[in-house]
C-alpha cells in the first residue's frame, strides 16, 4: 500500500500476511442514525512487528476514537480523527483507511464483509453530519466563538448565567402572548357566533365593528407571538452553535489533561522508584524499568504504537485480599498461650498451634549467619569490556523462534552457564536448613515460599544470556565442608534444552528439579517459561514439598534499555499434609500504587483454611504474618467478588536479600555465589562447566576467541548429534526408525515428555515417573561423587 504523504504511521504492506479474524456470529445491529454513538472492535494496524492489533473503537459527534478495552474508555484514549475532514477509503471486503490528510491514517481491518459495510455506513452519515455543523459553526462568524481558554471559568459562567437569564425572559414573552392569544380568541369567537345569530339590520353593523376590533386584536397579539418566537429561535441558534464550540474546546482540553495527568503519574512513579532505589544501586541502575519507560513519558504520546511503551491496565486488581491489624486481645496474649487463642479459634492443637514466635526464633535473617569457608573463594572477576554491538542486525530474523536455536554471539552473554544460573537456586539454603528443622508443617511452607521467591532475587539485574549448556555437560557444586550441601547438575536434553538438577545436604533435605525452557522472542520482549517441577524432600518430617516456576521476561530487546520482571503464580503444595502456599508474582504497571516486584502468598491447610500471609518482593525481602481472624466482606475485587480481609499480628521478616559486592555493576551484577561459580577447581569432570574453553576466555574478557570456540562447540555438537542419529537408525526398526526421525525433527514439551529426542542417555541421571506429580523426570542415580573421590572419569563424554 502507498503511505499517504505526512502521515505518521505506516500502513501494511500488500503482500504481509494479515491475520485471520475471528467471524462471530453476532445480531445484527441496526445502522446507526447520525446522531447516534456507534461502538464494536476493528482490527487496526500498528506495527510491522505486532501487526494488526484489536482495539475498541467509539464514533460520537463526528469524532472517532480508540481504546485497548472497554474499561479504558473512562481514562485513557489511544487516539481520535474528526471525520468532518477525513478521507474514508475501502481497500477489499474486509478492510479500510481512513486518513485526514495529516498526520493521521487508521487502516482498519473488520471481522465481516457485513460488518466493514456497518462502519463505512455509519462513518460516512458521522462525517456528512460533522461537515455540516463545521460549515454551520464556520458561518456564524467570530462572535459566536468560544471564549479564550485563558479567561477562566468565572467569565464563562456568568457569560452562561447571562443568557439562561435572557433565554428565560424570552420564554416569559411567549406565555404571556399564549394567555393573550388565548383571550382575544375567544372573545373572536363569540363575536362570530353573534354574528351569525343577527336580524335586524340596525344591529349588524354594531357586530361587524365588534368583529373587526377583535381580528384585529387578535392579529397584533399572533404578529407579537410570531416576533418573540423569532428572537427565541434566533438566539437559541446562536448560543447553540457558541455553546457546541465551547463543548468541543471543553473536549479537547480535557484530552489535553488526561495527557498530563498520564505524564505526571509517570514522572512520579519515576521519582519514587529513584528514591527507593538510590539508597541500594548506583544512580545509573536506579530502575532499569523507569530509565527505558520515563523517556516514553516525555513525549506526551498515548498511542500504543510507541514502542517503548508498556501499558497495563489502570483498573487491574492486583491484590487478592486485604490484611488488617488483629484485635490488639491477640497481642496481650503471651506465647505459653497462643494455643489457647488457637483452640478458640477452632485450630487442631496437633498440627497448626505454635508459637507465634518461633518462626522468628533466630531474629537475624539467614544469610546473616556467618560461615568460616574451609578454602578462601575468589571475590572478583576481570571486569566486563565495553563492547557495542547492534543488537536489531542478529534479532531481527530471530522473530517468532525459540531462544534456543537463534545463534548467539557472546556479546549477550555472561561467564556461566545455564547449569551455574541453576544452581543460584542454593543462594539462600539456609531458608531450607531451618525449614528441616520445624516441627510444623505450615511454618515449614513458610520458609520453603520464601526459598521459592529467594531463587529470583539473583536475576533483578542479569541482563545476560547464560550459555547454553552442551549435552552431557555437567556442573557439580560442592559446598558439603563449607554449608554442608552439594549439588549436581548435567543437561540431559538439547532439544528441547532441559538440566537436571539434585542437592542434598547433610541437614534433613533434598532438592530437586528438571526445568526445561520454553522461550520465544517477540520483537519487543523476550519471555522465557520454565517448564517443569521442583521437589523438595525433608528427612526427618517426610514432607515433599513441590512447585513450578514463574515467566520471567526481558523488555526492551530492541530499543531501551534492558529491564527484567518476573510475573505469574506459584502453587506450593506439601503432598504429605495437603497443606499449600498460593504465591503471586505481581507484573509491573505503570499506574499500579503497589511497590514494584511485588509478592504476595497465603498459606493454608488441607482444608483451605489460612494460617499464614506472606508478602514482600521478589528482589529484596519476605515477610510472614499470622492470620488470626479471617472473614468475607472486603471491597470488591476485578472478577466482582468480595475479597478476604485477613486479622493478622504484626509482619515479621522471614528473608533479605544479600547486599551485592561492591562493583557489581561491572561484574555482570553477580552475586557473591555467582562470583564462585566459575572459580576453576581441582578435581571436577571433564564436562564440568568450568572446563568450557569459549565460557573461560569470554569471562576473561577475549570475546573474539570466546565466539571462535563458540561456534566450534556447537559444531561439533551437531556432529555428534547427527552420529548418534545414524546409530540409533542402524540399529532400530524401519518403524523406530520413522519414529525417532519424527521426534528428532519435531522437539516440544510433548515429545521431551514422551521419549528421548536426542537419542541420548544422561551419565548421572536415569527418568522416572515421579510418584508425586506423575510427570516423567530425571532422577540422579548416584555414582558421581564416588567418581570424583576415585578420580575415574573414563565414562564421561568428550564434549569441550
Known amino acids: 500500500m502507498m503511505c499517504r504523504r505526512g502521515t505518521k504511521q505506516i500502513g501494511p504492506p500488500s503482500d504481509t500476511v494479515k491475520p485471520r479474524a475471528v467471524v462471530m456470529s453476532e445480531p445484527k445491529a441496526p445502522i446507526p442514525a447520525p446522531g447516534d454513538t456507534y461502538k464494536g472492535w476493528l482490527f487496526k494496524w500498528t506495527n510491522y512487528i505486532k501487526g494488526y492489533q484489536r482495539r475498541w473503537f467509539v464514533l460520537s459527534n463526528g469524532l472517532l476514537s480508540y481504546y485497548r478495552t472497554q474499561a479504558e474508555m473512562g481514562h485513557t484514549c489511544r487516539g481520535t480523527i474528526n471525520l468532518a475532514t477525513a478521507n474514508i477509503a475501502v481497500e477489499d471486503s474486509c478492510n479500510f483507511v481512513i486518513s485526514n490528510g495529516g498526520t493521521q491514517t487508521y487502516h482498519l481491518k473488520a471481522s465481516s464483509e457485513v460488518e466493514r459495510q456497518r462502519w463505512i455506513t455509519a462513518l460516512e452519515l458521522a462525517k456528512a453530519k460533522a461537515f455540516r455543523m463545521q460549515a454551520e459553526s464556520d458561518d456564524s462568524g467570530d462572535e459566536s466563538s468560544p471564549p479564550a481558554s485563558g479567561q477562566g471559568g468565572g467569565s464563562r459562567n456568568s457569560e452562561v448565567q447571562s443568557t439562561l437569564r435572557t433565554l428565560g425572559s424570552k420564554v416569559e414573552d411567549l406565555s404571556t402572548c399564549n394567555d393573550l392569544i388565548a383571550k382575544h380568541g375567544s372573545a373572536l369567537q363569540r363575536s362570530l357566533s353573534e354574528l351569525e345569530g343577527v336580524r335586524l339590520e340596525g344591529q349588524t353593523s354594531e357586530k361587524i365593528r365588534q368583529v373587526t376590533e377583535r381580528a384585529t386584536l387578535f392579529r397584533i397579539t399572533s404578529n407579537a407571538m410570531i416576533n418573540a418566537c423569532r428572537d427565541f429561535l434566533a438566539l437559541a441558534q446562536a448560543h447553540s452553535k457558541r455553546w457546541q464550540k465551547a463543548l468541543q474546546a471543553e473536549r479537547e482540553q480535557r484530552v489535553r489533561l488526561e495527557e498530563t495527568l498520564e505524564q505526571l503519574a509517570k514522572q512520579h512513579n519515576h521519582l519514587e522508584r529513584a528514591f527507593r532505589g538510590a539508597t541500594v544501586l548506583p544512580p545509573s541502575q536506579s ?5 527505558s519507560k520515563g523517556s516514553a513519558a516525555s513525549k506526551g504520546d498515548a498511542s500504543d504504537e510507541d514502542e517503548e511503551n508498556e501499558f497495563f491496565d489502570a483498573c487491574e486488581d492486583v491484590q487478592e485480599f486485604i490484611t488488617v491489624p488483629a484485635d490488639p486481645k491477640y497481642h496481650r496474649r503471651s506465647g505459653s ?16 498451634s505454635l508459637d507465634e514466635q518461633s518462626l522468628a526464633s533466630n531474629p537475624e535473617s539467614p544469610q546473616s549467619q556467618e560461615v568460616v569457608p574451609v578454602r578462601k573463594r575468589r571475590t572478583r572477576i576481570p571486569d566486563k569490556p565495553n563492547y557495542s554491538l547492534n543488537l536489531w542486525s542478529i534479532m531481527k530474523n530471530c522473530i517468532g523462534k525459540e531462544l534456543s536455536k537463534i545463534p548467539m554471539p557472546v556479546n549477550f552473554n555472561e561467564p556461566l552457564s545455564m547449569l551455574q544460573r541453576l544452581s543460584e537456586d542454593l543462594e539462600y539454603y539456609e531458608l531450607l536448613d531451618r525449614a528441616a528443622k520445624c516441627q510444623n508443617s505450615l511454618e515449614q511452607m513458610c520458609y520453603v515460599a520464601a526459598f521459592t521467591v529467594s531463587s529470583y532475587s539473583t536475576t533483578v539485574h542479569r541482563t545476560g544470556k547464560p550459555f547454553n549448556p552442551l549435552l552431557g555437560e555437567t556442573f557439580e557444586l560442592d559446598r558439603l565442608q563449607e554449608s554442608g550441601y552439594r549439588s549436581l547438575c548435567e543437561q540431559v536434553s538439547h532439544h528441547p534444552p532441559a538440566a537436571a538438577h539434585h542437592a542434598i545436604s547433610e541437614r534433613g533435605w533434598t532438592l530437586r528439579q528438571e526445568i526445561a525452557l ?7 520482549y523476550l519471555s522465557i517459561m520454565p517448564l517443569g517441577s521442583i521437589h523438595c524432600i525433608f528427612e526427618k518430617s517426610n514432607n515433599h514439598y513441590t512447585w513450578k516456576k514463574v515467566t520471567t521476561t526481558v523488555h526492551n530487546i530492541i530499543v531501551g534499555k534492558l529491564w527484567i520482571d518476573q510475573s505469574g503464580e506459584i502453587d506450593v503444595v506439601n503432598h504429605r499434609t495437603g497443606d499449600r502456599c498460593h504465591l503471586k508474582f505481581a507484573p ?23 494460617h499464614y500471609v506472606l508478602s514482600g518482593t521478589w528482589d529484596e525481602k519476605m515477610e510472614y504474618s499470622r492470620v488470626m481472624q479471617s472473614s468475607r466482606g472486603g471491597e470488591n475485587g476485578a472478577d466482582g467478588r468480595q475479597k478476604t480481609v485477613y486479622q493478622t499480628l504484626k509482619a515479621k521478616e522471614l528473608w533479605r536479600k544479600t547486599p551485592l559486592p561492591d562493583g557489581a555493576e561491572n561484574m555482570y ?9 566459575n572459580e576453576p577447581e581441582e578435581g571436577i569432570a571433564p564436562t564440568d562447566s568450568r572446563r568450557r574453553p569459549d565460557q573461560r576466555l569470554m569471562e576473561q574478557g577475549r570475546w573474539e576467541e570466546a565466539n571462535a570456540e563458540k561456534q566450534r562447540l556447537e559444531e561439533k555438537q551437531r556432529t555428534a548429534r547427527r552420529e548418534r542419529e545414524r546409530e540409533a537408525n542402524r540399529t532400530s526398526s524401519p518403524t523406530e526408525e520413522a519414529e525417532e526421525v519424527e521426534i528428532a525433527s519435531e522437539p516440544s514439551e510433548t515429545t521431551y515428555k514422551s521419549g528421548h529426542p536426542d537419542n541420548y542417555r544422561a551419565m548421572w541421571f536415569e527418568r522416572h515417573v515421579d510418584p508425586a506429580t506423575g510427570e516423567p523426570t530425571h532422577i540422579y542415580r548416584g555414582g558421581y561423587w564416588e567418581a570424583k573421590e576415585q578420580g575415574n572419569w573414563d565414562s564421561c563424554p568428550d564434549i569441550f
Not at 340 to 349: A, R, T, V
Not at 518 to 524: D, I, L, M, T, V
Request: charged letters at 25%.
Open 337 to 352: 498461650n497462643v494455643s489457647g487463642i488457637s483452640s478458640e479459634l477452632g485450630m487442631d492443637d496437633g498440627t497448626t
Open 287 to 291: 530502575n532499569p524499568a523507569i530509565d
Open 588 to 610: 509491573y504497571s505503570y499506574f499500579s500504587r503497589d511497590v514494584a516486584r511485588k509478592v504476595t502468598g497465603v498459606v493454608t491447610d488441607k482444608d483451605g483454611k489460612a
Open 669 to 677: 551484577y553477580f552475586s557473591t555465589l555467582a562470583l564462585t561459580l
Open 518 to 524: 520454553a522461550s520465544k522472542f517477540r520483537g519487543k
